[in-house]
């Protein structure tokens, strides 16, 4: 039923739904953001995404560089992925999983460690 000036009201119009695997891009590329100094063999961070009812629960799984502050390096992952996830998708994002898959010795820890390859 038309609304004034012969619009549709919005509660009639539809819904926008967004599927799981473009909320998990968002999050992988916000994840990837995140991360402070990536190492240069590891692979991009990925991400699965689980959206019910206007929430999306993800999950990412990162590769690290060595040594870092392992704990701070999740929650600034954790952190960037919801705030990306919410203001690109428009979902409310109540948790964010992050797993590390594999850690990578940095040029300073192999230097400082007196190693070579």
Do not use: F, N, W
Not at 88 to 113: D, F
């Amino acid at each position: 039923m038309p609304g004034v000036g012969g619009r549709v009201a919005a509660g009639e119009r539809g819904e926008t739904r967004i599927a799981d695997r473009v909320v998990a891009k968002i999050a992988a590329q916000a994840a990837k953001e995140a991360v402070d100094e990536p190492p240069e063999e590891g692979a991009s961070p990925r991400a699965t995404v689980r959206v019910h009812r206007g929430a999306a629960r993800v999950r990412v799984s990162l590769e690290l560089g060595y040594p870092t502050d392992i704990g701070r390096q999740c929650g600034g992952v954790r952190r960037h992925v919801a705030e990306r996830v919410s203001a690109l998708a428009g979902m409310e994002v109540p948790e964010v999983a992050v797993q590390v898959e594999r850690l990578y010795p940095t040029g300073a820890g192999i230097a400082a460690q007196g190693r070579t390859r």
